[in-house]
């Protein structure tokens, strides 16, 4: 019962994002206040299932939900519809994007894109601080911004710049986001050393950081005899 409030919070920020991102970026170019991206006219994104559909009066907005998705990597504008289709590509490899013909569309690849943070209000999302499987929700009464999660049910559950294994701790535990960060710990009856025990995603090299925890078995040596008692049972704490 407590958290509900809290939802409806939660709810209310994603619903009125547009209301938050007023068409600061005008002019004759769409890209105005955007570096680093590549705009397709009468194409659209293929070879990839777009993750994230939304409605969009325009590609200024569109470009701007792109960014708000950390993961989205890529978008296709359907004028007809107003459809704004994000999706998530391969940061580390050129051949990702593709397009094909789509008189409709507008096709734009994100992944090496950045903006101009004078151009545009977005209350700290401009730096896309929140992970990959969450929303940048810019608000304004506050100049902040929250981040929210897409659920477990969301495809985004795996990065798309750190796409190989992360370093393998034997007898250990992790918690991960699936995305960004992964917390080590050892698993009961063992002894946890080392000082680096969080690997994160760099997302220049594609690749997780190292970690310098180990796990070591616990020897408690012989039990103490007691006299008088039996060892009905033992575990560890």
């Known amino acids: 019962m407590k958290t509900e409030p809290r939802f409806r919070a939660v709810a209310v920020v994603f619903l009125v994002i547009p209301i938050f991102m007023p068409n600061v970026l005008s002019g004759n170019s769409d890209t105005l206040g955007?570096?680093?991206?590549?705009?397709?006219?009468?194409?659209?994104?293929?070879?990839?299932?777009?993750?994230?559909?939304?409605?969009?009066?325009?590609?200024?907005?569109?470009?701007?939900?792109?960014?708000?998705?950390?993961?989205?990597?890529?978008?296709?504008?359907?004028?007809?519809?107003?459809?704004?289709?994000?999706?998530r590509l391969s940061i580390t490899d050129a051949t990702a994007y593709s397009v094909e013909a789509d008189g409709d569309g507008v096709s734009v690849d994100m992944r090496q894109a950045s903006m101009d943070v004078q151009m545009k209000k977005l209350y700290g999302c401009d730096e896309r601080p929140c992970s990959e499987a969450e929303l940048c929700a810019p608000v304004r009464n506050i100049i902040s911004y929250v981040?929210?999660?897409?659920?477990?049910?969301?495809?985004?559950?795996?990065?798309?710049?750190?796409?190989?294994?992360?370093?393998?701790?034997?007898?250990?535990?992790?918690?991960?986001?699936?995305?960004?960060?992964?917390?080590?710990?050892?698993?009961?009856?063992?002894?946890?050393?080392?000082?680096?025990?969080?690997?994160?995603?760099?997302?220049?090299?594609?690749?997780?950081?190292?970690?310098?925890?180990?796990c070591s078995d616990v020897d408690c040596g012989i039990t103490p005899s007691v006299v008088g008692a039996v060892v009905i049972g033992m575990r560890m704490i």
Request: hydrophobic residues 30%; proline residues 4%.
């Open 34 to 87: 955007w570096t680093g991206v590549t705009i397709n006219n009468g194409y659209r994104v293929t070879n990839a299932d777009a993750w994230v559909h939304l409605k969009t009066s325009n590609i200024r907005q569109c470009l701007r939900m792109c960014w708000l998705f950390r993961a989205c990597a890529a978008l296709t504008f359907l004028r007809a519809s107003q459809s704004c289709q994000l999706y």
């Open 147 to 214: 981040c929210i999660p897409l659920g477990e049910s969301s495809p985004v559950r795996k990065s798309t710049y750190c796409t190989r294994n992360p370093p393998n701790v034997p007898n250990s535990e992790t918690l991960r986001d699936q995305v960004e960060s992964i917390l080590y710990s050892c698993m009961k009856a063992y002894r946890q050393a080392g000082s680096t025990f969080v690997s994160t995603c760099d997302r220049s090299t594609g690749t997780w950081s190292n970690v310098d925890v180990t």
